[in-house]
């Protein structure tokens, strides 16, 4: 399942530090020549490809990247020093339009691959370097220049590692809305949601995962009924699945079953991709009931059985916890 990420960013390359102008003072040396270094380069802007990032989403915050100015010259034909690099993580597969043009200037897709996004201005010359037999003595010296600055646009397809599959109606669109800042349609009808939607999920770490809340599936879905064939298709890239069911649902184990006979069905190994069973609703149900529903289920189900309410925030933190272990993060 694809989406795009995007983010503008602004860059600004160092400047050149500035050549200076001085003479050798020197015991035994009457008239020093001149001896002003060069300045330093300015830092360059660089982006790099990293593959523990995949999203954008720190972009949204971070938005002009500066790199360090170049150092003036010093005396005795010292050269400045150059101003440090600024090197910015991005996710492989990001690709770098310039703003105004929209030209693609590169797209980064393997790990450790660079692109320099703004140039260092250069050092301005010393007053050595004007040192000629018709002058002896030149006080000339230039400025460095100005850094590269631009304005960016980063864009990255996005793949959902983690699919929230189920009924319709089991609450998948309210488990992305509180996990995510995605704010999809949430509705007591089935059906709500048409088109997958998409959300990025914090790790402990502060890199995001992409979760997308499917469309509810249906008996037949993998023979085309319903809305959800297509999504079948797109689930199947996937890494993890987050099978969701209603709690308070007549039947919860018979629902169960229709979603892994449509996974079983619809073939592609998508049954045995790794998936995480849980209960939605909780508050539906009263202790007892519940209780009695989770005995009924752990014996006819070897899996681990989650139990959370998506609107009251219950039990998140638990089945968020085993998503990022199953995804080895
Ligand atoms: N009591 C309770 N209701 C919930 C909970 N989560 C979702 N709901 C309600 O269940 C109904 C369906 O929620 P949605 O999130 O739209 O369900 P969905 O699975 O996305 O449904 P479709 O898009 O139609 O497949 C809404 O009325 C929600 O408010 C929950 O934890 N407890
Ligand atoms: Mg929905």
């Given at each position: 399942m694809q989406f795009i990420d995007q983010a503008l960013i602004a860059v600004k390359a160092g400047s050149g530090g500035d050549g200076i102008s001085a003479f050798r003072r020197e015991k035994y040396v009457p008239a020093g020549g001149p001896s002003g270094g060069d300045g330093g380069q300015g830092g360059n802007v660089i982006l790099e490809a990293d593959?523990?990032?995949?999203?954008?989403?720190?972009?949204k915050f971070q938005k002009l990247i500066s790199a360090e100015n170049g150092f003036r010259g010093g005396p005795n034909k010292c050269t400045g020093a150059s101003g440090k690099d600024t090197i910015l993580k991005v996710p492989c597969g990001t690709e770098i339009r310039d703003l105004s043009t929209k030209i693609i200037l590169g797209d980064l897709t393997s790990k450790g691959e660079q692109l320099v996004v703004a140039f260092g201005g250069k050092g301005g010359f010393g007053n050595a370097r004007y040192l000629s037999n018709s002058n002896r003595a030149p006080e000339k010296f230039t400025e460095g220049t100005e850094g590269e600055e631009w304005s960016l646009q980063l864009e990255l397809k996005l793949l959902a590692e983690v699919g929230i599959i189920g009924l319709p109606n089991a609450g998948k669109s309210t488990l992305i809305s509180v996990l995510s800042s995605a704010r999809p349609k949430i509705a007591d009808y089935p059906f709500t949601t048409l088109i997958p939607n998409l959300g990025v999920v914090r790790r402990p770490s502060g890199d995001g995962t992409v979760f997308a809340d499917i469309p509810g599936l249906i008996s037949g879905a993998s023979k085309g009924i319903g809305l959800g064939h297509d999504f079948l298709r797109h689930i199947q890239r996937t890494k993890l699945l987050i099978h969701l069911v209603d709690a308070g649902s007549p039947d919860p184990l018979k629902d169960i079953r229709i979603i892994e006979k449509e996974l079983t069905s619809y073939g592609h190994g998508l049954i045995s991709r790794p998936r995480l069973l849980v209960l939605n609703k909780k508050e539906l149900l009263n202790e007892n009931e519940l209780n009695q529903l989770l005995l009924d289920l752990e014996q006819l189900i070897e899996k681990k059985i989650f139990i959370i309410s998506a609107a009251m925030k219950i039990g998140l933190d638990k089945l968020l916890l085993s998503v990022w272990n199953e995804l080895g993060y």
């Open positions: 593959d523990n990032l995949q999203t954008l989403l720190d972009f």
